[in-house]
């Protein structure tokens, strides 16, 4: 019957689709309305699911840097966050009982820190989900985000390890020091593969091979050891390539996990209820990220939208209620209620996560009031001077667009980019490029187009057909009124680009053929010339 759901999860992720939802939104209501019909997962379903989590897991390390965990504002304002909302959920939940509601009359204090502790999670599927179709995994609220994600997972795993009584090997540490020795071995081996297909391969094959199946040998968790082996191969050059390979598979093989929180019990009207109770509590948990980030001394802007991808409940909710369960903790109802609480944070969570830039634009007031005197020396905005050509986005089409220009005009050029790693590649190897993040409007304000008079020519050349949009409706706000040129990656897009205020958009896989075209012409010219040897 397995293969007659996924079936279902695509019209129903079709149809959110059409209504401007994430597909994941109706995958979820896919899963509820295939219990409703009676279904029950299977081991193809679980099976996907766990695989997906894995290597979603084996993609965030490859994009994780160590020294992002070592950020107070990541280890700490993690710790805290969970701390203090463990602390706050417990004490509501022992005081319902008192208000004489039915159903929460056999709540204990062990079951409220349980549930609390569930709620404390952020999703880090939902999160890693929504930054990398906006493109933003590598900015900084993207990075602090994900950061408090990892800090939350490696708690999970020693509240799992504690509490199904199962301690780590004691060969658990020889086997990370094995790991990180590695590294010489894998690199040679990741240099020499190529591209294409061996490349997924080496990836499916570290993570599940060694990662996994590792760690499960020394008693940890198998996902778990798929991240730490991400992270071991995450400073090489060809890292991202292996996490562009990796996306559509683990995209489609989450499409299980989502059934399956779906199918994962019966729909009762105290499981509801419960639901409901859960979700008033969510704005508590959005309040203190954003509270304590700004604490941090981020920006009202990064720690909001770091907060709005944080402002979920968590599939790890699931599993310590089954947990609970089982040791007798806590009733059914219980985890009924968490996966539906879940499903919903996700349904509310996803719109909202559609246009996060439009909502701070209207929340940016009050929002920077939040501010601290002191910024955050990764959030300042830097003033780039005087220059002649701005080009937004040093990616490869940006790299290349740079050194065209540069090549072709003497006036200064400044790049932009909201990847630190990308920018300090950029600076070492002498191109003048500045971090910064063209679809933030604080970016604008600060930059002052209106000073810089000097200025001729913008390029967008931004990750994402969104982003470039995003940017366009920026510049329309600014005084300047000069060329704005724009890449596209569909035909389609060039048309909605230039309605959108550029000058000029450009397809990029079309630009390509004409390129090569040229280059053809002109060897074939060559090669065809009077004394010309056609094999030189």
């Not at 009124?481 to 079309?510: H, M, S």
Request: aromatic share 8%.
């Amino acid at each position: 019957m397995d293969p007659l759901w996924l079936l279902c999860a695509f019209f129903f992720g079709f149809g959110a689709k059409q209504v401007g939802l994430p597909p994941l939104v109706g995958f979820l209501v896919a899963g509820f309305v295939l219990r409703i019909a009676g279904a029950e997962s299977g081991l193809l379903l679980r099976e996907l699911a766990d695989t997906g989590i894995t290597i979603l897991l084996f993609s965030i390390g490859l994009k994780l840097r160590l020294r992002t965990l070592t950020r107070s504002e990541v280890w700490a304002g993690g710790l805290l966050h969970m701390a203090l909302m463990v602390g706050i959920f417990a004490a509501i939940l022992l005081a319902l009982p008192k208000t004489g509601i039915p159903l929460l009359e056999s709540v204990d204090s062990r079951s409220a820190l349980l549930v609390a502790f569930a709620l404390s999670f952020s999703s880090t599927v939902f999160a890693v989900k929504v930054l990398e179709s906006r493109g933003e995994s590598s900015a900084l609220h993207g990075r602090v985000a994900v950061g408090i994600l990892i800090v939350q997972d490696i708690v999970a795993v020693i509240f799992l390890s504690l509490s199904e009584g199962v301690l780590p090997s004691p060969w658990a540490l020889l086997l990370l020091a094995v790991l990180f020795a590695s590294r010489p071995l894998l690199f040679p081996i990741f240099d020499r593969i190529g591209h294409g297909e061996m490349v997924l391969l080496f990836g499916l094959t570290v993570a599940l091979g060694v990662g996994f199946a590792g760690f499960q040998l020394v008693s940890l968790k198998g996902s778990l050891g798929a991240l730490v082996v991400g992270v071991l191969l995450s400073s090489h050059p060809k890292s991202g390539e292996l996490a562009h390979s990796l996306l559509s598979l683990k995209d489609l093989l989450l499409i299980g996990f989502f059934l399956d929180i779906g199918l994962s019990g019966d729909l009762t009207w105290t499981a509801i209820a419960l639901a409901l109770l859960i979700l008033i509590l969510l704005p508590i948990k959005s309040t203190f990220f954003l509270l304590l980030l700004t604490r941090f001394r981020l920006r009202g802007r990064t720690a909001f939208l770091a907060t709005l991808a944080l402002s979920n409940y968590s599939e790890f909710g699931l599993i310590v209620s089954a947990i609970a369960v089982r040791q007798g903790w806590m009733s059914h109802e219980w985890m009924i209620g968490l996966a539906i609480a879940l499903s919903l944070s996700f349904i509310l969570g996803a719109p909202v996560n559609t246009a996060p830039h439009t909502l701070y634009a209207r929340l940016s007031e009050m929002l920077h009031r939040l501010e601290t005197r002191d910024r955050h020396p990764d959030d300042a905005l830097i003033d780039p001077g005087d220059v002649d050509v701005i080009i937004f986005g040093m990616g490869r089409v940006g790299t290349g667009a740079f050194d065209e220009v540069k090549e072709r005009y003497p006036g200064p050029i400044v790049g932009v980019d909201f990847d630190d790693t990308v920018v300090n590649l950029h600076q070492k190897a002498g191109r003048h490029v500045i971090h910064g993040d063209a679809t933030d409007a604080d970016f604008w304000d600060r930059i002052g187009l209106d000073t810089r008079c000097g200025l001729k020519l913008v390029i967008l050349t931004l990750p994402t057909h969104s982003e470039n949009l995003r940017a366009l409706a920026r510049l329309k706000d600014c005084p300047y009124r000069g060329p704005i040129v724009a890449a596209a990656r569909y035909r389609d897009q060039v048309n909605e680009l230039k309605r959108a205020g550029a000058t000029a958009a450009f397809d990029l896989l079309a630009r390509a053929g004409s390129g090569l075209a040229e280059q053809a012409c002109e060897q074939f010219t060559l090669s065809t010339a009077p004394g010309s040897d056609a094999r030189s």
